[in-house]
């Protein structure tokens, strides 16, 4: 098995076992990140809104009462156990769809994403630029891709990163604001903005070139 194939493995067994917990209060600053990544998104009613990583959907949840499911709402996440959580917790939204599914393999058409959000889930990735790539594939000309997570521009946090790489190997890395710029480019996607939220996170915007798209 190769290393890629097992850091999904490892990932998906870790999320897997804290499906169960994921809700409780105890965890509720997820919840308070997303929303402050989510009011950077320019919601609108009829849009699509995709969260990668989603997680027991809350934020999919959030965003589609903003809108009072005017829209369609669609949250993946590589564990089953987390998606099995979020449906059974969306009965009755006939606007909000989940999926198990991991970022580099999308099950969605071309252009079919208004804007993407994926929150403390981008470390994982052991292939960032492949994910990427593929999120560039799902977005609308025009759309925007959001990545909040922990953001290494300091040597603080580099080295709290390779602590966190010896001893989790779900772990793959934090990147810093200078990587995220360089990742976006090399998948054909402009930088927008990086945005702290609370030090050290930030978020990342990612946009697809389309007409009239104001960067």
């Not at 989603?54 to 996440?77: I, K, N, P």
């Not at 790539?133 to 922990?150: A, Q, S």
């Not at 602590?163 to 360089?182: D, L, T, W």
Request: hydrophobic share 35%; with cysteine; charged share 25%.
């Amino acid at each position: 098995m190769d290393n890629s194939s097992e850091k999904v493995r490892l990932n998906e067994r870790k999320w897997d076992r804290r499906s169960s917990t994921y809700d409780q209060k105890r965890f509720d600053y997820f919840r308070w990140m997303q929303q402050r990544a989510i009011r950077l998104i320019d919601l609108h009613p009829g849009m699509h809104f995709l969260d990668i990583g989603c997680g027991t959907g809350w934020a999919v949840r959030y965003v589609a009462g903003l809108l009072q499911g005017d829209g369609e709402f669609s949250g993946v996440d590589i564990s089953g156990g987390m998606i099995e959580k979020a449906k059974n917790q969306t009965q009755g939204l006939e606007q909000v769809h989940f999926y198990q599914a991991n970022a580099e393999k999308l099950p969605f058409e071309d252009g079919r994403v208004d804007d993407a959000l994926c929150t403390n889930s981008f470390h994982h990735y052991p292939d960032p630029l492949k994910a990427l790539v593929e999120i560039g594939r799902v977005l609308k000309p025009g759309g925007r891709f959001y990545i909040l997570d922990v953001t290494s521009d300091d040597f603080f946090i580099r080295w709290i990163d390779s602590r966190v790489r010896q001893n989790e190997q779900e772990h793959v890395k934090f990147y810093s604001s200078r990587e995220y710029q360089a990742m976006f480019a090399a998948a054909h996607l402009d930088h927008v903005q990086s945005r702290i939220i609370t030090y050290p996170l930030k978020v990342h915007i990612a946009g697809k070139a389309g007409t009239g798209m104001d960067l």
